[in-house]
């Protein structure tokens, strides 16, 4: 299974499949989108993290920056 169709699998909504080919199509690895191919982040969240990455703000492995921003995307998607 490729890693569109586990998106699908996992339940993923249209923009949020968009978002996760839109960061194959502009060049990031499986490790970078991982960072926000995540079912709790809405397609606009999963946007912002991947523009970051393709504009090269922050890096694919995990810094404790990133597990700070995903927190805050996270619980702000709770409010």
């Known amino acids: ?3 569109i169709e586990e998106c699908k699998a996992k339940g993923f909504d249209n923009m949020q499949i ?3 080919e839109e960061g194959f199509r502009h060049g990031l690895n499986g490790d970078q ?3 926000y191919a995540d ?3 809405d397609h606009l969240q999963m946007q912002e993290i ?3 990455l ?3 703000l922050v890096h694919w ?3 404790e920056k990133q597990k700070r921003l995903i927190k805050i995307l996270r619980l702000q998607r709770q409010l």
């Open 1 to 3: 299974m490729d890693y």
């Open 39 to 41: 079912i709790d982040f």
């Open 33 to 35: 989108v991982d960072l």
């Open 50 to 52: 991947r523009l970051g």
């Open 61 to 63: 492995k995990k810094s």
């Open 54 to 56: 393709q504009d090269g």
């Open 18 to 20: 968009h978002e996760v």
